[in-house]
């Protein structure tokens, strides 16, 4: 299935690219997309599915938009 795949700030350079859409298995989730992608589980980070958070273990779908962005703090 084709999802399109957002990093945001320095997770673009972890990722190698800033948005593409990429193909992925059927049966992926947020958290197994990590590893597809070769963004460490590690890391601080907020994913978005279309706009909202969504769960590690959430399954994905075709088209889905997907935002991944490190966690920011001050003010």
Do not use: C, W
């Not at 700030?9 to 193909?23: D, N, R, T, V």
């Amino acid at each position: 299935m084709k999802i399109q795949v957002k990093m945001i700030g320095p997770l673009m350079y972890e990722a190698g690219f800033s948005e593409k859409e990429i193909e992925v298995p059927a049966a992926t989730t947020a958290d197994s997309l990590l590893d597809l992608i070769k963004v460490s589980r590690q890391r601080p980070k907020i994913v978005t599915r279309n706009g909202r958070v969504v769960a590690p273990d959430e399954h994905l779908a075709e088209g889905d938009r997907i935002a991944i962005s490190p966690i920011y703090s001050g003010g």
